[in-house]
């Protein structure tokens, strides 16, 4: 294969990870390929995980003038979602430690350390948010499949210095513009199906079988915003050109679903 065609977590390790080893492998991963697709729908998902953990750091900085008080936040982020978010969250401070090139903090900060270290991480996250928003578009050779529904709507600082990163969603006024493509395939949404176990206990599993046989058997519904964010993955498997292969972190999501329709998903 001599495309790539880039997910979600890519995007996020090369944008949102400098200097790290995540980073470094993607970068050197993307150098392996003659040409490396960019779908919007990666940039979609990406705004709305990745880069919202990371404003919501940033407004928590803002909100408490601390970096303790901050971390305790975090920590204490609801168990029912918490796990992804919290992760992508203290990968924020990291991401931020490494742009200021500060030292290690000790065990106890002072008060006005504290507030001092806080301030620095909001600048750096204020930074590495507006500068990987205009870097996006530029990490693949190419970026493809727009998506007319959803606007790519920059992020911007309110008046109390708060992100607003949206939309984030498509708009709900109008059917997901990737219904008719999707549904004009109906052996590969069987295969997509068929390929998640029913007996799966997790969520996302039951949601993207769920969406996947409404397309198959009343594919004359309407395809909600909703829906196509639960698609999820299957999305990448469906639309990967036949020349690409799905370049990923992710790969016991991807690649079930990437075999299941004759394709591949490969890690950096």
Same mark, same amino acid.
């Given at each position: 294969?001599?495309?790539?065609?880039?997910?979600?977590?890519?995007?996020?390790?090369? @944008?949102?990870?400098?200097?790290?080893?995540?980073?470094?492998?993607?970068?050197?991963?993307?150098?392996?390929? *003659?040409?490396?697709?960019?779908?919007?729908?990666?940039?979609? +998902?990406?705004? !709305?995980?990745?880069?919202?953990?990371?404003?919501?750091?940033?407004?928590?900085?803002?909100?408490?003038?601390?970096?303790?008080?901050?971390?305790?936040?975090?920590?204490?982020?609801?168990?029912?979602?918490?796990?992804?978010?919290?992760?992508?969250?203290?990968?924020?401070?990291?991401?931020?430690?490494?742009?200021?090139?500060?030292?290690?903090?000790?065990?106890?900060?002072?008060?006005? @350390?504290? !507030?001092?270290?806080?301030?620095?991480?909001?600048?750096?996250?204020?930074? @590495?948010?507006?500068?990987?928003?205009? !870097?996006?578009?530029?990490?693949?050779?190419?970026?493809? *499949?727009? @998506?007319?529904?959803?606007?790519?709507?920059?992020?911007?600082?309110?008046?109390?210095?708060?992100?607003?990163?949206?939309?984030?969603?498509?708009?709900?006024?109008? +059917?997901?513009?990737?219904?008719?493509?999707?549904?004009?395939?109906?052996?590969?949404?069987?295969?997509?199906?068929?390929?998640?176990?029913?007996?799966?206990?997790?969520? +996302?599993?039951?949601?993207?079988?769920?969406?996947?046989? *409404?397309?198959?058997?009343?594919?004359?519904?309407?395809?909600?915003?909703?829906?196509?964010?639960?698609?999820?993955?299957?999305?990448?498997?469906?639309?990967?050109?036949?020349?690409?292969?799905?370049?990923?972190?992710?790969?016991?999501?991807? *690649?079930?679903?990437?075999?299941?329709?004759? !394709?591949?998903?490969?890690?950096?």
């Amino acid at each position: 294969m001599s495309d790539a065609y880039l997910e979600t977590t890519i995007l996020t390790n090369i @944008l949102l990870k400098p200097g790290s080893k995540k980073q470094a492998a993607a970068k050197f991963a993307l150098a392996r390929y *003659q040409e490396t697709l960019l779908p919007v729908y990666s940039i979609k +998902e990406w705004k !709305k995980g990745p880069l919202d953990h990371y404003a919501y750091v940033h407004d928590k900085l803002v909100q408490t003038k601390s970096l303790a008080d901050t971390l305790g936040a975090i920590n204490s982020l609801s168990p029912s979602y918490a796990s992804y978010k919290k992760s992508t969250s203290l990968e924020s401070l990291e991401a931020a430690t490494r742009l200021q090139g500060a030292q290690r903090r000790t065990a106890i900060l002072s008060k006005q @350390l504290d !507030k001092e270290l806080a301030d620095r991480y909001r600048l750096a996250l204020a930074s @590495l948010i507006v500068r990987t928003w205009r !870097k996006r578009r530029n990490v693949a050779t190419r970026t493809i *499949q727009d @998506l007319e529904c959803y606007t790519e709507a920059k992020p911007t600082l309110d008046r109390d210095g708060y992100f607003d990163l949206k939309p984030q969603k498509c708009d709900p006024d109008h +059917e997901c513009c990737l219904a008719d493509a999707l549904r004009a395939r109906p052996d590969l949404l069987k295969k997509l199906r068929d390929a998640i176990p029913e007996s799966s206990s997790r969520e +996302e599993d039951r949601n993207r079988r769920k969406v996947l046989k *409404q397309l198959i058997n009343t594919p004359k519904l309407p395809l909600t915003e909703e829906q196509c964010r639960r698609l999820g993955d299957a999305i990448f498997a469906f639309f990967c050109p036949p020349n690409a292969i799905i370049l990923t972190t992710n790969m016991r999501d991807h *690649q079930p679903l990437a075999v299941a329709v004759g !394709k591949i998903a490969q890690k950096p």
